[in-house]
């Protein structure tokens, strides 16, 4: 494979509003390839980064077309693949959907680029990429990923840990073999579960919130043409924050009229409606919540958050998606949809620039990415491997 290790390299697949970029930029990475089949998408990624030759608005399938973009040997690709077949949504179709399924179009990419593929890959998607069919989605990726020659790493990060908003979500890092050295430390053959002595389940025990014991036993029973390998990091650190910093709370914000908001005070749970109507009485202040509404028992609700933390942003495909505004106190209950502003600071992008289509952001939003959780693996991961191949594989001066 060729040595080129002269700059930070990234092919980002799936590209979507570009907040993997957002993340990795700031330690350096220069992107070669970014892709997304969404046109609205590519149009708030270059209404925020600016018109770029390396964008590619097609179909991942397209290989030809993605190869004859490619100028360089990335050191890293970057694919957050759809996670709609992976859902409840989705029906649980898994690979065998024709969104998620894209995968596969990523993987033909990878395998085609042949002397000049990534060094390392990073793969995202929702929890239930783990348990799809049974964990059978999973396994057969990451077979897969054995297959191109790369040593796995797998964990889940929930973007609560870095900002007030529930995301819980599925990685996978593969490091090819040409690379396997420190700061990796790979899973020692044949070693016995919980061995003391071996330095790989000390890393991984070591991160023991990042891998639940569901995922455990997945790495556990299968076995790889290469293996499993991890960098020591420890779990990420729980930050301190207020929702209320990430939330409007002043009177210019769309808030609702009367009507429509005793309309969905009634839809609250009664154990709901008593602890709001505590913060309503409340006189020394207001407080902020967020809130969803769903339909449980055939009938449609509205379940308020009290624990300081956002449900998870979604894409608005129907009112139910959509994450609602609460401010309590001094006597008033005030509601309101949440906005495209209060979304890119719950995804740590506090500055993205918006689009004028209140949906089409809120759409680019709820498929993204949290940045913060990607720098966090940036910084863990992706560049100290980075770094020690560099050390290792470029040429003396």
Not at 165 to 175: A, E, H, K, L, N
Not at 201 to 227: C, F, W, Y
Not at 266 to 293: E, I, K, N, S, Y
């Amino acid at each position: 494979m060729p040595d080129n290790f002269g700059e930070k390299t990234v092919c980002e697949f799936f590209a979507g509003i570009g907040l993997v970029h957002e993340a990795l930029q700031s330690s350096g990475w220069r992107c070669l390839y970014a892709g997304d089949i969404d046109p609205k998408k590519h149009a708030m990624h270059a209404g925020h980064y600016g018109a770029s030759d390396h964008f590619h608005e097609g179909d991942i399938w397209d290989a030809d077309e993605v190869l004859a973009r490619i100028a360089e040997p990335p050191f890293l690709a970057t694919a957050s693949f759809p996670c709609t077949d992976m859902s409840l949504a989705g029906k649980r179709r898994g690979l065998a959907g024709a969104q998620s399924g894209a995968l596969f179009g990523f993987l033909q990419v990878i395998e085609q680029l042949a002397d000049r593929r990534p060094r390392m890959v990073l793969l995202e998607n929702v929890p239930g990429f783990l348990t799809s069919h049974g964990g059978k989605d999973f396994e057969v990726a990451a077979q897969e990923l054995a297959d191109l020659g790369y040593w796995l790493d797998a964990f889940l990060i929930d973007a609560r840990w870095f900002v007030p908003q529930s995301r819980p979500r599925m990685f996978v890092v593969g490091y090819h073999e040409s690379i396997i050295g420190p700061p990796l430390v790979v899973r020692r053959e044949n070693a016995e579960w919980f061995a003391l002595d071996d330095r790989w389940q000390q890393a991984v025990h070591a991160s023991d919130k990042m891998r639940p014991v569901n995922l455990l036993r997945a790495i556990q029973s299968i076995e790889l043409p290469t293996g499993w390998a991890t960098v020591e990091t420890g779990c990420p650190p729980q930050r301190r924050y207020e929702l209320a910093d990430f939330l409007d709370a002043d009177d210019d914000q769309p808030w609702w009229d009367q009507q429509q908001c005793d309309r969905h005070a009634a839809m609250m749970f009664d154990r709901h409606r008593q602890q709001v109507d505590a913060l309503v009485d409340d006189p020394r202040g207001v407080t902020l919540l967020t809130a969803f509404r769903r339909v449980r028992q055939g009938e449609q609700r509205m379940e308020v958050r009290f624990d300081g933390v956002a449900g998870c942003l979604r894409t608005p495909r129907g009112g139910s998606a959509k994450q609602i505004v609460l401010r309590a106190g001094r006597g008033r209950l005030d509601m309101r949809w949440m906005t495209p502003r209060e979304y890119a600071r719950l995804q740590g992008a506090p500055d993205y620039t918006l689009p004028d289509n209140t949906i089409q952001a809120l759409f680019g939003f709820g498929d993204a990415v949290c940045v913060p959780a990607i720098r966090w693996i940036d910084e863990q991961m992706l560049t100290p491997v980075w770094q020690a191949a560099a050390k290792s594989l470029l040429p003396s001066p």
